[in-house]
């Protein structure tokens, strides 16, 4: 690690509970020196800063080194500097727990993890465990570690807590979903991690696949990637109807069978999920209706992720074919909790609108007492919550409860970062509980708030 050599302790444990591998004080004996007049002059007035200074080059170092290490690194009140290694994180992981990114200990995944959220005592543990828990059910990936985006990082300075988050992650490229939006790139997985049938199947090229199948070099049938996926999911996903008809009409491909690990999608929620609407329609025909609400291994529907990606046109097409739009998946969300959500590649009002339509309830609560209101409070959608107040019927004491960990939709928008928007939802929500408040309208572009 550039900078720390030889100053590095092993951590592991903290009165018996699992944190960081690494912790140095290094940033604090050079800030201590540097106080007493030896060596460089002060330039940070206190070691908290000159340590947050010195993880930030850390990071970049870390990361400009081509084979970054560090999955996680905060500095604590006093100036000691706690590290993560990718290697360390992902043992915890298979060990069963997960990292609390607030005060960078580990707990078991579920039960401990939802108890230290609701218990913690700093705001900022609660909303970071609370939001990895909330979160793990909505997204594409199956492993038991989330896949974090890894990114700059800077200090995030909290008020009322002694700490500073300064983080990064390694993405596992082993769970890049199927069928990435942009067919032609690779997404982080290199073409040698497939076999070249698949590669085939997701850029479309159907003679490189009838070569293979010729040649007797490759089999459509026994075809997978490591997830189950095979030839047909990565078509479909990608939107190659002529491959999809070869592998079903030619190769004698199942077109209603699922995966074997990547949650028990079938080719329809990989058309769906990415708003390919031939490749749905001619995928229906071939199962016919009955299978228009095949479920996944969490309960999700076609239509559910079609609602979470945006596509109002699929949306509309597997309304057609008699889709259930009130269908709740396992966690008891519905379509508009997806859609409300408006992280989708293709995210609009005109879903939440089309979907309000047709009866799909917005103040539906799920069993983490979320409606959708929560939802696009936790997700930064302004736009969605705008929506939901005044023209979904969201604007009630019902609408704004808090959650089964008593977070109301303002303390989750808070939590995630989008502080104008949990200003003013929590304006709203004192209002309709008739609470004493004083409310200061944001300057300038909303704190991260998504707008349409």
Same mark, same amino acid.
């Given at each position: ?15 018996? $509970? ?5 912790v ?19 330039q940070?007035?206190e ?5 947050? @200074?010195v993880v930030?080059?850390?990071l970049?170092?870390d990361?400009?080194?081509?084979a970054?290490?560090?999955?996680h690194?905060?500095? &604590? ?7 993560t290694?990718?290697a360390?994180?992902? @043992? ?11 005060c960078?200990?580990f ?16 705001t900022?543990?609660l909303?970071?465990? /609370?939001?990895?828990?909330y979160?793990?059910?909505?997204r ?6 989330? $896949?974090? %985006? ?14 500073v988050?300064? %983080?990064t992650?390694?993405?596992?490229? /082993? ?28 850029d ?5 696949? &009838? $070569?293979?199948?010729?040649?007797c070099?490759?089999?459509p ?25 070869? =592998? ?13 690990k ?17 490749t749905? $329609?001619? =995928? ?19 239509l559910?992720?079609?609602?979470w990606?945006?596509?109002?046109g ?6 057609? /074919?008699?889709?259930?739009?009130h ?7 519905? /379509? ?6 408006m ?14 339509e ?10 983490n007492?979320?409606?959708? =209101?929560?939802?696009?409070?936790q997700?930064?959608s302004?736009?969605?919550?705008s ?16 959650d ?11 939590a995630?970062?989008y502080?104008?928007?949990?200003s %003013?939802?929590?304006?709203? %929500? ?11 309208p ?11």
């Amino acid at each position: 690690m550039p900078g720390f050599r030889g100053s590095l302790r092993p951590l592991g444990k903290v009165k018996g $509970q699992a944190t960081a591998d690494l912790v140095t004080s290094a940033a604090v004996a050079a800030w201590k020196r540097a106080a007493a007049g030896v060596g460089a002059a002060v330039q940070h007035p206190e070691a908290f800063d000159l340590a947050s @200074a010195v993880v930030r080059r850390m990071l970049r170092l870390d990361e400009e080194s081509g084979a970054p290490v560090i999955a996680h690194s905060m500095v &604590q009140a006093g100036g000691a500097i706690q590290i993560t290694t990718a290697a360390y994180l992902r @043992a915890q992981s298979l060990a069963g727990r997960t990292l609390c990114r607030g005060c960078g200990f580990f707990f078991g995944t579920g039960g401990p993890l939802r108890q230290h959220a609701s218990s913690a005592t700093s705001t900022r543990c609660l909303d970071l465990a /609370a939001a990895e828990y909330y979160e793990k059910p909505c997204r594409d990936d199956g492993l038991s570690l989330p $896949q974090l %985006e890894r990114s700059a990082s800077r200090p995030e300075y909290a008020a009322g807590v002694a700490a500073v988050l300064v %983080e990064t992650a390694v993405a596992d490229s /082993a769970s890049v979903p199927p069928a990435p939006e942009r067919p032609k790139e690779t997404d982080g997985q290199p073409h040698g991690q497939l076999e070249a049938g698949i590669v085939a199947a997701r850029d479309g090229e159907l003679h490189i696949m &009838q $070569q293979l199948v010729s040649e007797c070099r490759w089999d459509p049938l026994a075809a997978a990637d490591h997830h189950g996926n095979g030839p047909l999911h990565w078509a479909a996903g990608s939107g190659h109807l002529a491959v999809c008809r070869w =592998l079903v009409e030619e190769c004698g491909l199942d077109p209603g069978k699922t995966n074997a690990k990547h949650h028990g999608r079938s080719a329809l929620h990989w058309a769906a999920r990415n708003g390919h609407e031939a490749t749905c $329609q001619w =995928l229906l025909q071939r199962v016919g209706n009955s299978h228009v609400d095949v479920e996944t291994d969490g309960g999700d529907t076609p239509l559910m992720l079609a609602a979470w990606q945006g596509h109002v046109g699929v949306c509309r097409l597997l309304a057609l /074919a008699r889709a259930d739009v009130h269908h709740l998946n396992s966690w008891g969300c519905n /379509a508009m909790h997806k859609a409300a959500r408006m992280d989708g590649s293709s995210s609009s009002l005109e879903m939440l609108k089309f979907l309000h339509e047709r009866g799909c309830d917005p103040q539906l609560v799920n069993c983490n007492g979320h409606n959708a =209101l929560h939802k696009a409070a936790q997700h930064g959608s302004s736009a969605a919550v705008s929506w939901l107040f005044d023209e979904a019927g969201c604007r009630t004491r019902l609408a704004v409860t808090l959650d089964r960990d008593r977070n109301s939709p303002s303390a989750l928008a808070y939590a995630a970062g989008y502080r104008g928007l949990a200003s %003013e939802m929590r304006h709203v %929500e004192d209002v309709l509980w008739l609470a004493p408040a004083l409310f200061h309208p944001p300057s300038g572009k909303e704190d991260g708030a998504r707008t349409p």
